[in-house]
């Protein structure tokens, strides 16, 4: 088989940058390990930046994020036991961000790619990439037990943090920087009403973080900071709703609306990055090549940055005959994946208990807490990277 871009993976970054390179008139295939059941089966993150539903609507999947998504114009930060409204939109020129599930994102993209009748290829087993230093790279598969082969121009690595493709990168060039942190979040997906369907909620409590979300006005989505060490089966539905209650401020305790969990997972913290993000006609794109801690909800957004860039770059690459975009893709990313690995570490830092800096550590969290909702300068300054900092920020 021939095409242009070999596509690895078909998570939000691999199926946006098929759907933008389509739309531009490039070749692609999709190469997906897993079936699209379990791709589909995956619940992660659920806000979107105003730039990431700009690119759904762009590539002809906006009616989804438009009918099934709420806008948010403001997050709620809670602290010893009281909350505080920031006024993100207000602060911000009026931006808002977009509850709208990753699941939904990847489903309306699927379905979109299913439907244009792009080929892709699910439950690919032993995907390997070869030389990929070459004008003619290749990757090859095993599917249903034949081996085969598609040769490319230009491979896209949008294989998540445990892909093959960042492994191709030789090690003497890549650069890792990372930070695991010492606890972990146990999330709950529940079918009952938000607490709070006007504001994200995150508390900071002396029992530890706790952030009230959501995916429809039905939908709720809940997380809390649990050690690392703990185990799903530990956390049974009640436990994890009294937990809530405790962490929250008392006026939403009161009126939270509890349920039957219809999906329960523990995911660590982690910030990461790779550097380079490029190596010969390979191109790494979102968590490949990077990891945020989920606090500043920026992992998906990012993603979708990420995969806009390439295909700018790759557009140029194929329409007019320019390597400047390939050559600068790296770069380009890299300043924003910072921006954001900085807001999302900050944000990580504020709200969580750390098990290693003690009483001191709580107090000057307490002190920034106070001059936060106190201050205009520090709140605008959360609320414009909350919202998404302007894609030419800086440049
Ligand atoms: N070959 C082919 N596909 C692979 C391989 C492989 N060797 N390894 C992994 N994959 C697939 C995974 O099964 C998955 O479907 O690559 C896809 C990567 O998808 P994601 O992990 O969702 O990564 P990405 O598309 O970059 O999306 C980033 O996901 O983790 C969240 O917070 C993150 O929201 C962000 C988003
Ligand atoms: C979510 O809805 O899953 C969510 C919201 C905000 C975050 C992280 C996750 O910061």
Redesign the pocket.
């Known amino acids: 088989m021939k095409t242009q871009v070999v596509i690895?993976?078909?998570?939000?970054?691999?199926l946006l940058l098929g759907a933008l390179l389509h739309k531009a008139g490039i070749d692609n295939i999709i190469?997906?390990?897993?079936t699209p059941e379990y791709?589909l089966g995956r619940i992660?993150?659920g806000i979107l930046e105003q730039v990431t539903v700009d690119l759904l609507r762009d590539v002809g999947v906006g009616a989804g994020v438009d009918t099934g998504g709420t806008i948010h114009h403001e997050i709620d930060l809670v602290f010893k036991n009281k909350r505080y409204p920031i006024p993100v939109s207000q602060l911000t020129s009026g931006k808002v961000v977009t509850a709208y599930g990753?699941t939904e994102v990847t489903h309306d993209l699927m379905t979109q790619r299913t439907e244009l009748g792009l080929p892709s290829f699910y439950s690919?087993d032993e995907?390997d990439l070869h030389d990929i230093e070459s004008k003619t790279p290749r990757v090859s598969f095993s599917k249903d037990g034949r081996r085969q082969e598609i040769s490319c121009e230009l491979i896209a690595g949008?294989?998540?943090?445990?892909?093959?493709s960042r492994k191709h990168i030789p090690t003497h060039l890549l650069k890792e920087f990372e930070r695991v942190y010492p606890f972990g979040w146990i999330g709950v997906l529940a079918d009952v009403p938000p607490v709070s369907p006007h504001a994200i909620v995150y508390a900071n409590s002396e029992r530890g973080f706790a952030l009230c979300s959501m995916r429809s006005m039905t939908r709720s989505r809940y997380y809390l900071q649990c050690p690392l060490s703990d185990k799903v089966d530990e956390w049974s539905d009640e436990r994890f709703w009294d937990e809530l209650k405790l962490r929250l401020d008392p006026e939403l305790s009161n009126k939270l609306i509890t349920g039957t969990s219809i999906e329960k997972s523990i995911a660590p913290l982690r910030s990461y990055v790779a550097e380079p993000m490029r190596h010969g006609q390979l191109f790494l794109?979102?968590?490949?090549a990077h990891i945020v801690p989920?606090t500043g909800a920026k992992?998906?957004n990012l993603?979708a940055t990420d995969v806009k860039y390439l295909s700018e770059a790759m557009i140029e690459f194929f329409n007019e005959k320019s390597n400047a975009g390939i050559d600068n893709y790296s770069e380009r990313c890299l300043k924003r994946i910072w921006r954001a690995e900085r807001f999302s570490w900050w944000l990580t830092s504020l709200m969580h208990r750390f098990p290693d800096t003690g009483e001191f550590g709580q107090k000057i969290q307490e002190a920034e807490l106070e001059y936060l909702v106190n201050s205009q300068a520090l709140s605008t300054s959360l609320a414009e990277n909350y919202v998404g900092l302007p894609l030419d920020f800086g440049s």
């Open positions: 690895v993976g078909a998570g939000p970054s691999g190469v997906e390990r897993q791709v992660r993150a990753q690919a995907v949008c294989d998540g943090f445990h892909g093959v794109a979102g968590d490949a989920p992992g998906l993603a």
